[in-house]
Each structure stands twice: as structure tokens, then as C-alpha cells.
């Protein structure tokens, strides 16, 4: 079992950026797979940026060029550098994770996931 605490959300003007964390805890090793998703009351949960161990990111069109995702494995630490921040950002933001890969999927999105986070509220004001 992982444990994922994100942090890192906040009130912001439009053009302006945050960075989250998501924080792992637990049977960490090796953490096959995270990603950073976001979800806005009545809405269907989406993926916005996704990490394979060892590999590059990839991003939802919605974000891409905005956002960047990075992970400190030594950390056990999933980082989302948002910039250039617009209204339609505003959501709850989750961490996931997928340590051990039980069902052989990549890593890429749409994808399922085991463990998630609580979420954090990030607001965009124009």
C-alpha cells in the first residue's frame, strides 16, 4: 500500500503559477507509475499529466507547454509546475499512483490507478 498526500494548492490570478506535491509514503519502491489528475465539482475526473520510473512525462492538450511534471524518486515526491494559469484551471488536483503495475498497463493516459490522494483545491481568478 502507498499512501499519497498532495499539497502545494492555492488562490491565484489568471497568468499566474503554482507548483504541487504529492508526497508517497509506504511501499514506495520502484513506483512504477503517477500522475497528477483534476476534477471540478459534476465533472469527470482528468488525467492532466502522467510519469513512467525512468521516463519522460506526458501531458493532456489542455496543459501542455503550461504545466510540467517531474518526480524526485530519492524523495518519493511527484511535482506538477503549473504556469500560465487560466480560469478553466481551477479544480481539485489528485495524485495517483501505480507502484508494482498488478495489471500490466502502461503508462499512459487514460489510465486506472490504485492508490490517490485527498486532492488539492487550486482557484483561478481572472
Known amino acids: 500500500q502507498v499512501q499519497l498526500v498532495e499539497s502545494g494548492g492555492a488562490s491565484v490570478q489568471s497568468g499566474g503559477s503554482l507548483r504541487l506535491s504529492c508526497a508517497a509514503s509506504?511501499?514506495?519502491?520502484?513506483?512504477?507509475?503517477m500522475a497528477w489528475f483534476r476534477q471540478a465539482p459534476g465533472k469527470e475526473r482528468e488525467g492532466v499529466a502522467i510519469?513512467?520510473?525512468?521516463?519522460?512525462?506526458t501531458y493532456a492538450d489542455s496543459v501542455k507547454g503550461r504545466f510540467t511534471l517531474s518526480r524526485a524518486d530519492a524523495k518519493n515526491t511527484l511535482y506538477l509546475e503549473m504556469n500560465s494559469l487560466k480560469p478553466e484551471d481551477t479544480d481539485v488536483y489528485y495524485c495517483?499512483?501505480?507502484?508494482?503495475?498488478?495489471?500490466?498497463?502502461?503508462?499512459?493516459?487514460?489510465?486506472?490507478?490504485?492508490?490517490w490522494g485527498q486532492g488539492t483545491q487550486v482557484t483561478v481568478s481572472s
Open positions: 495517483a499512483a501505480d507502484p508494482d503495475n498488478e495489471y500490466d498497463l502502461p503508462c499512459v493516459l487514460p489510465r486506472g490507478f490504485n492508490s
Open positions: 509506504g511501499s514506495t519502491y520502484n513506483m512504477y507509475c
Open positions: 510519469i513512467e520510473a525512468g521516463g519522460n512525462p
